[in-house]
């Protein structure tokens, strides 16, 4: 019952690429889409979100693109750093808060 | 504020047996959510209750799985006849009922079921 599909499962950059990280979504009633960052051995915690009244939503080396037409959003991240290698995982709400989450990107920066 | 509180945090079960995973969702929080985690599936829905009420349990396997809410301090997931597949890290996650926000996660139980 997957409705949010993400891609690539793994991506592997140099430091100072840009990372890009694939997501789609099939239930036009989600107007919510965060993603979320886990760290080995850690949790999932809140990385960055955006609502459909944006196409565009940047926090530093973060910016997730949106585009509602063909139901895909992605996220970028600028610059990368080896501290930033963990699995990346997008998500897709509608106002009810039950989260829908990807199946993960688990990148890799190397330096 | 401690977070969102999941113990215990490794539980090895024999196959068959029964488990019960414990969540105290941070203090405020009226929405609680259950996942599940593998390598394969990734963050798997099992269940919501906002407010203690069941709203979806749409991911949770019928059978096996149930679970509660008797009150606003803590949710209990329980595994019947406990099997290998279920092996997993089970995630518990709350957060506030006001429009979609954010969802913390606790640090989750590893089950393993041998």
């Known amino acids: 019952q997957q409705q949010v599909r993400q891609s690539p499962q793994s991506l592997t950059v140099w430091e100072g690429e840009t990372a890009i990280l694939n997501c789609s979504y099939e239930?036009?009633?989600?107007?919510?889409f965060p993603w979320y960052h886990q760290f080995p051995g850690e949790s999932p915690a809140l990385l960055i979100a955006i609502r459909p009244v944006s196409n565009k939503k940047e926090d530093g080396r973060f910016t997730i693109f949106f585009n509602k037409r063909e139901k895909k959003f992605s996220l970028h991240i600028a610059d990368s750093q080896p501290g930033d290698s963990a699995t990346y995982f997008c998500a897709a709400s509608p106002n009810t808060n039950k989260v829908v989450f990807g199946t993960g990107t688990r990148l890799q920066v190397l330096p | 504020n401690a977070g969102v509180i999941q113990t215990p945090r490794h539980k090895v079960t024999g196959k068959g047996q029964e488990a019960t995973l414990w969540c105290e969702p941070i203090s405020g929080h009226s929405a609680v959510f259950w996942y599940r985690q593998t390598i394969v599936q990734g963050l798997e829905f099992l269940t919501y209750?906002?407010?203690?009420?069941?709203?979806?349990d749409s991911g949770m396997p019928k059978e096996r799985f149930s679970a509660q809410m008797p009150n606003q301090s803590h949710s209990t997931l329980k595994i019947q006849s406990t099997q290998p597949q279920d092996s997993a890290v089970y995630l518990c996650?709350?957060?506030?009922?006001?429009?979609?926000?954010?969802?913390?996660f606790g640090k989750g139980t590893r089950l393993t079921v041998v």
């Open positions: 209750f906002r407010n203690q009420a069941p709203i979806d």
């Open positions: 996650a709350s957060s506030t009922v006001w429009g979609n926000t954010e969802v913390f």
């Open positions: 239930d036009s009633t989600f107007d919510y």
